[in-house]
């Protein structure tokens, strides 16, 4: 993987997307790179990776229906801010019985 510097290096570019996301009707804590998002329930964590131009949009596997539909909102959203940055939407793995 190429490393590509990302606006999101710019702390004022991710406190933009916190507040995007707030205007949005989210919940959301920042922590750095990292945003726990809400709407009713948890709906995903963002983890944001700069340095590769790249982030992660983490599914909460027990408000799944939810988090789906936030992921979309989310993802365009940090792609309306960095449309070259690439979205990974991870999916926690069946629980094994």
């Known amino acids: 993987m190429e490393l590509v510097s990302s606006v999101f290096d710019s702390a004022e570019k991710r406190r933009g997307l916190?507040?995007?996301?707030?205007?949005?009707?989210?919940?959301?804590?920042?922590?750095?790179?990292e945003y726990f998002v809400r709407a009713n329930k948890f709906v995903?964590?963002?983890?944001?990776?700069?340095?590769?131009n790249a982030a992660r949009l983490y599914t909460i596997p027990w408000n799944m229906e939810e988090s789906k539909r936030a992921i979309n909102t989310v993802s365009a959203t940090i792609q309306g801010i960095d449309p070259s940055i690439k979205i990974a939407v991870i999916e926690p793995a069946a629980k094994e019985n």
């Open 18 to 33: 916190l507040y995007r996301l707030t205007e949005m009707c989210f919940k959301v804590r920042m922590h750095s790179y």
């Open 44 to 52: 995903c964590i963002i983890v944001l990776n700069s340095l590769w």
